[in-house]
């Protein structure tokens, strides 16, 4: 308790887009006659598990593979552009949290992925994405970091970022990879429930919420 500190997750926590991802590799395993079940996804995704372990079992090389990968991209970045992505209040639970805590966003998301969505590429910022990355004291994303999620290190990087203990952050999650990481990295961690992960493991959490406004709630009367 006594948090200063709130390293939020980015993909499932501020902005809806974990379906997109899965649909945009879904689309590419189909063209090799491969269907990946949204189930299997999700168990494997909990440990960072490679999706392309089908591809590979299917007889693919590893510039296959990287063909596959770069589709993906492209697919996922048309999927962002055309979808709702919007999660309910992430923006007013941001800004009114900001004014009591240093925040930062530690993602697994690509560089060119989270650019695309904050209107950082030099497109502008969809109406339907929260204008959450002004909030934050900086944002750790996938090129930031080596190892990632649910390898401790991006969250470790973070504490070493605002230079502080693990006792005074809270991590804000919506995967049992996410947690993983966190628990690894000795940090509490507060679950926010999101029906695509609801099946996963998040006995290790500290606090688990229904939303973002319950934890809200939580951080403003600790």
């Given at each position: 308790?006594?948090?200063?500190h709130?390293?939020?997750d980015h993909?499932g926590?501020l902005v809806n887009?974990e379906?997109?991802?899965?649909?945009a590799?879904?689309?590419q395993?189909?063209?090799?006659?491969i269907?990946?079940a949204?189930?299997?996804?999700?168990?494997n995704?909990?440990?960072g598990a490679?999706?392309?372990?089908?591809?590979?079992?299917?007889?693919?090389d590893e510039?296959?593979i990287?063909?596959?990968?770069?589709?993906r991209d492209?697919?996922?970045q048309?999927l962002?552009g055309?979808?709702?992505?919007?999660?309910?209040r992430?923006e007013a639970?941001?800004a009114?949290?900001a004014a009591?805590?240093?925040?930062a966003i530690v993602?697994?998301?690509r560089?060119?992925?989270?650019?695309l969505?904050?209107g950082?590429a030099?497109?502008p910022?969809?109406s339907?994405?929260?204008?959450?990355?002004?909030h934050?004291?900086f944002?750790?994303?996938?090129?930031s970091?080596?190892?990632s999620?649910?390898?401790?290190?991006p969250y470790?990087?973070a504490?070493?970022?605002?230079?502080?203990d693990?006792?005074q952050?809270l991590v804000i999650e919506?995967?049992?990879?996410?947690?993983?990481?966190?628990v690894?990295a000795?940090i509490?961690?507060?679950?926010?429930?999101?029906?695509?992960t609801?099946?996963?493991n998040?006995?290790?959490?500290?606090y688990r919420?229904?939303?973002l406004t319950?934890?809200?709630?939580f951080?403003?009367?600790?």
């Open positions: 308790m006594g948090y200063t709130l390293l939020f993909d926590v887009t379906p997109l991802y899965l649909r590799i879904q689309e395993l189909a063209t090799l006659d269907a990946l949204e189930a299997d996804y999700i168990l995704m909990a440990v490679d999706p392309w372990i089908l591809a590979r079992q299917a007889g693919c510039p296959a990287d063909r596959l990968r770069g589709a492209r697919r996922y048309e962002l055309s979808t709702p992505i919007r999660i309910e992430a639970v941001v009114e949290l009591h805590f240093s925040m993602t697994t998301s560089d060119e992925d989270f650019d969505i904050h950082l030099g497109e910022r969809t339907d994405t929260p204008d959450v990355v002004r934050m004291d944002v750790l994303k996938r090129s970091y080596t190892n999620k649910p390898d401790p290190e470790l990087l504490l070493a970022r605002f230079g502080i693990p006792s952050a919506d995967s049992e990879r996410g947690l993983r990481s966190a690894a000795g509490d961690c507060a679950a926010i429930y999101h029906p695509f609801a099946t996963q998040f006995e290790r959490a500290r919420f229904p939303d319950a934890l809200q709630h951080l403003l009367n600790q």
